[in-house]
């Protein structure tokens, strides 16, 4: 895949938590296929309906004109960018009700599980496929 702006992962830009699954992301995006934009960010505000960007536990992937949410979103992301193959098999023949109530167990610890890191700093390279 080329890597152009279609590929686009919205994620709450004040949780460490999801900071760092950014920079594990990139690490498997070999392409550097994705970009990234805070669901606090204008792009957020101009592509992706208002309801995910309210709901800061949710993980947003808009590609070309879909968007996915969490575990689905989680699921495409990997697909993308050819990334953990047994989970995305995994994944796929897992129920998307169980999927999600994993990713929500996730999402709603995910301010507690994060309480004793510290943000990470981005690299250059990946700072430059962060959207504003």
Known sequence: MQPTQEHIVFID???????RAVIYLDSLDTESILHYAH??????????????????NTLVYKTGDRVYTKS???????????????????????PKAITNFIYDL???????????????????ELNSRIIK
């Open 13 to 19: 830009g004040d949780c460490i938590l999801c900071n």
């Open 39 to 56: 669901l606090q960010s204008i792009t957020a505000s101009k592509t992706i309906p208002t309801q995910y960007i309210q709901d800061k």
């Open 72 to 94: 689905e979103a989680i699921l495409k992301i990997l697909e993308t960018i050819n990334g953990l193959r047994f989970l995305q098999i995994v994944m796929r023949y897992t």
């Open 106 to 124: 996730i999402a709603k610890s995910r301010l507690a599980i994060s309480s004793n890191m510290t943000m990470c700093k981005l690299n250059e």
